[in-house]
């Protein structure tokens, strides 16, 4: 639910409701049997306490931060409110017009339910609503489960209890330090426990008030299935909020209600991560939480049926535009099909359940080895004891003796893998890929095809840009993945007008060619080195830069000797070092092309 003063023209209140299953007409009334609720009920003061604990937080958090907050951001909000004629309050401002909007008591139970009588008042009522196939009788439907009695169908609300943290389950006696090592390149520090568990420590006050937390553990997508489908897709929708120990989602909301705690999954390519940013004040229940959450994980039903009903509710709009097209099929097709990427198929997405979640992602949990990074304004000693109560405390875990399947690139193509979409008729994109590399060794290797790639980008913006506009900024990128030895690519993707995907191709080509043919003017290599650098010197002020960079690292200490070499491989980069990897690399045996376009337009002649 939102509420928006649109412009300051219209004020909304506005519902999305997604059902489970393809029936509306319920999931429609039993929506407006909440709010026919909540104008009718009040909440609890407790209900109230808690939400108002959440604002109370974040705009703390403003407050807190608002010494490194992002200028660009600041920009941003001043611009926004000049297009609608009103000002900006800074964070102090603004939170304390919330405190003193609580010292007056506009949060209780009788303020907050005329405030859900008045947002669900107005003059008029609209809905839209989409299927997946056509139904004639829509409308009618619609009119009907509007007017529909919902009077009491919205049953007993849930009696949250309070929670704290002595509910989770518990993890053991803290941890033993069984070495510590100084990292003095970058003012860090490895400590090992007992049980096998690694922190890597940076303590820093360059971002007041934030801490950045993240746990690698397991193989990640080396630890996946390369020859079958799985249910890897849907773990960052459903593996959270799966619960923890007999905590489900609603204990854990209350459980972190005004405290900056949070919990996000990812899958990388040699690991599986738990980040969240968190504060000074609670990055020891944080750091708790996520320990927790891998030693005693909960299997909800609930998360894995809304992670189905969500990725079916996708697929219509993917074949809509041909960004929609690329986000469903290209990580897929540029992996030679590997499932372990990419949308999953219908087949797949309908076949997902709770039963089949659990057995894939349980053992999987299990497996180590487990990597804390705690980056940001904390104290050693401090930290160090948090990790050994939390990580440090959990039992031993083996790591995984699975061999990873390596990526396969696809295989040159003559003519384009073509796709359609059912958008605009003006509309199409165009993709070329060639085969790189992979692994840590070659990291320096890896940095000279980024800056090839920004060569690559800019001539083919210039030239697509002086034949009448034939592109919208041309994307072109090198990717390659430290965590595996194969899988990486340099790849250029351009929205086109349908009638210049084959120019598209010709135009690219062409670069690779001359690439490949002549060495680079060094002024035109400055002018790309240049704004790199500069780049990378603003993005290793925050924590964030460093925490991607030496992820793994107290694992493989290489990673930590490519960091050193960041800023020396960009600068030591010459003309004759690009012609040698695109000479390498940008192969026209080894290139592989694809195109989307309009289902009613012909297919571009390949060139």
């Given at each position: 639910?939102?509420?928006?003063?649109?412009?300051?023209?219209?004020?909304?209140?506005?519902?999305?409701?997604?059902?489970?299953?393809?029936?509306?007409?319920?999931?429609?009334?039993?929506?407006?049997?909440?709010?026919?609720?909540?104008?009718?009920?009040?909440?609890?003061?407790?209900?109230?306490?808690?939400?108002?604990?959440?604002?109370?937080?974040?705009?703390?958090?403003?407050?807190?931060?608002?010494?490194?907050?992002?200028?660009?951001?600041?920009?941003?909000?001043?611009?926004?409110?000049?297009?609608?004629?009103?000002?900006?309050?800074?964070?102090?401002?603004?939170?304390?017009?919330?405190?003193?909007?609580?010292?007056?008591?506009?949060?209780?139970?009788?303020?907050?339910?005329?405030?859900?009588?008045?947002?669900?008042?107005?003059?008029?009522?609209?809905?839209?609503?989409?299927?997946?196939?056509?139904?004639?009788?829509?409308?009618?439907?619609?009119?009907?489960?509007?007017?529909?009695?919902?009077?009491?169908?919205?049953?007993?609300?849930?009696?949250?209890?309070?929670?704290t943290f002595a509910a989770l389950p518990p993890l053991g006696k803290p941890g033993v330090v069984a070495?510590?090592?100084?990292?003095?390149?970058?003012?860090?520090?490895?400590?090992?426990?007992?049980?096998?568990?690694?922190?890597?420590?940076?303590?820093?006050?360059?971002?007041?008030?934030?801490?950045?937390?993240?746990?690698?553990?397991?193989?990640?997508?080396?630890?996946?299935?390369?020859?079958?489908?799985?249910?890897?897709?849907?773990?960052?929708?459903?593996?959270?909020?799966?619960?923890?120990?007999?905590?489900?989602?609603?204990?854990?909301?209350?459980?972190?209600?005004?405290?900056?705690?949070?919990?996000?999954?990812?899958?990388?390519?040699?690991?599986?991560?738990?980040?969240?940013?968190?504060?000074?004040?609670?990055?020891?229940?944080?750091?708790?939480?996520?320990?927790?959450?891998?030693?005693?994980?909960?299997?909800?039903?609930?998360?894995?049926?809304?992670?189905?009903?969500?990725?079916?509710?996708?697929?219509?709009?993917?074949?809509?535009?041909?960004?929609?097209?690329?986000?469903?099929?290209?990580?897929?097709?540029?992996?030679?099909?590997?499932?372990?990427?990419?949308?999953?198929?219908?087949?797949?997405?309908?076949?997902?359940?709770?039963?089949?979640?659990?057995?894939?992602?349980?053992?999987?949990?299990?497996?180590?080895?487990?990597?804390?990074?705690?980056?940001?304004?904390?104290?050693?000693?401090?930290?160090?004891?948090?990790?050994?109560?939390?990580?440090?405390?959990?039992?031993?875990?083996?790591?995984?003796?699975?061999?990873?399947?390596?990526?396969?690139?696809?295989?040159?193509?003559?003519?384009?893998?073509?796709?359609?979409?059912?958008?605009?008729?003006?509309?199409?994109?165009?993709?070329?890929?060639?085969?790189?590399?992979?692994?840590?060794?070659?990291?320096?290797?890896?940095?000279?095809?980024?800056?090839?790639?920004?060569?690559?980008?800019?001539?083919?913006?210039?030239?697509?840009?002086?034949?009448?506009?034939?592109?919208?900024?041309?994307?072109?990128?090198?990717?390659?993945?430290?965590?595996?030895?194969?899988?990486?690519?340099?790849?250029?993707?351009?929205?086109?007008?349908?009638?210049?995907?084959?120019?598209?191709?010709?135009?690219?080509?062409?670069?690779?060619?001359?690439?490949?043919?002549?060495?680079?003017?060094?002024?035109?290599?400055?002018?790309?080195?240049?704004?790199?650098?500069?780049?990378?010197?603003?993005?290793?002020?925050?924590?964030?830069?460093?925490?991607?960079?030496?992820?793994?690292?107290?694992?493989?200490?290489?990673?930590?000797?490519?960091?050193?070499?960041i800023a020396e491989d960009l600068v030591s980069t010459t003309?004759?070092?690009?012609?040698?990897?695109?000479?390498?690399?940008?192969?026209?045996?080894?290139?592989?092309?694809?195109?989307?376009?309009?289902?009613?337009?012909?297919?571009?002649?390949?060139?």
């Open positions: 639910m939102s509420i928006d003063d649109v412009s300051r023209s219209a004020n909304l209140t506005s519902v999305n409701i997604v059902p489970i299953g393809t029936d509306w007409e319920a999931a429609l009334k039993d929506v407006r049997a909440v709010i026919a609720d909540a104008q009718t009920n009040a909440p609890s003061q407790a209900e109230v306490d808690r939400e108002y604990a959440d604002f109370d937080t974040i705009m703390r958090t403003q407050v807190e931060t608002a010494r490194v907050e992002a200028g660009a951001r600041q920009a941003d909000d001043m611009v926004g409110a000049l297009d609608i004629r009103e000002t900006v309050a800074g964070p102090e401002t603004s939170y304390k017009i919330l405190q003193d909007a609580k010292a007056k008591g506009m949060f209780t139970p009788a303020t907050l339910l005329a405030a859900s009588k008045r947002i669900f008042e107005g003059t008029a009522t609209r809905a839209l609503v989409n299927t997946i196939t056509a139904d004639p009788a829509a409308v009618a439907k619609l009119e009907t489960a509007l007017k529909a009695d919902v009077s009491g169908l919205a049953g007993l609300r849930r009696q949250q209890n309070a929670v070495s510590r090592e100084k990292i003095a390149a970058f003012d860090m520090e490895q400590v090992t426990y007992a049980n096998g568990t690694r922190l890597l420590l940076f303590p820093n006050t360059g971002e007041t008030g934030r801490v950045y937390v993240r746990v690698r553990f397991g193989r990640g997508y080396s630890a996946i299935p390369a020859n079958k489908p799985s249910p890897a897709w849907a773990g960052d929708l459903a593996l959270v909020a799966g619960g923890i120990g007999k905590l489900d989602q609603g204990d854990l909301d209350q459980l972190t209600a005004g405290r900056r705690i949070g919990l996000d999954f990812g899958i990388d390519d040699d690991a599986f991560t738990l980040g969240a940013l968190t504060s000074p004040a609670d990055y020891a229940d944080q750091l708790t939480l996520m320990a927790a959450k891998l030693a005693f994980p909960a299997w909800d039903a609930a998360p894995v049926a809304r992670a189905r009903v969500a990725a079916l509710a996708a697929f219509a709009g993917y074949e809509s535009s041909p960004d929609g097209v690329l986000s469903r099929d290209l990580e897929k097709l540029l992996r030679a099909g590997d499932p372990r990427w990419g949308t999953p198929s219908r087949e797949s997405v309908e076949a997902l359940n709770a039963k089949d979640f659990r057995k894939f992602w349980e053992p999987l949990l299990k497996t180590g080895p487990i990597e804390v990074s705690v980056f940001g304004d904390v104290k050693s000693e401090e930290a160090i004891a948090a990790v050994a109560k939390s990580f440090g405390a959990i039992a031993p875990r083996s790591a995984s003796t699975a061999v990873a399947a390596p990526v396969r690139f696809p295989a040159h193509v003559a003519t384009p893998v073509m796709r359609t979409h059912t958008g605009p008729q003006n509309q199409a994109a165009a993709v070329i890929a060639w085969p790189t590399g992979g692994g840590i060794e070659a990291i320096t290797e890896s940095r000279r095809l980024d800056v090839l790639a920004q060569v690559f980008a800019d001539r083919l913006f210039e030239r697509l840009r002086q034949a009448a506009g034939a592109s919208y900024s041309p994307n072109v990128q090198s990717q390659w993945p430290t965590g595996m030895n194969s899988g990486g690519r340099l790849v250029a993707i351009g929205q086109v007008a349908p009638e210049k995907v084959a120019f598209f191709f010709e135009t690219a080509r062409k670069i690779a060619a001359e690439l490949v043919s002549t060495p680079i003017a060094d002024d035109e290599l400055q002018r790309i080195k240049r704004p790199m650098g500069q780049y990378i010197m603003r993005a290793s002020t925050g924590n964030q830069f460093w925490m991607q960079q030496l992820g793994g690292a107290t694992y493989d200490p290489r990673r930590i000797d490519a960091t050193k070499r003309p004759a070092d690009l012609q040698a990897v695109a000479a390498k690399y940008l192969r026209p045996d080894r290139d592989w092309t694809m195109a989307v376009v309009p289902a009613a337009a012909p297919k571009p002649a390949a060139k």
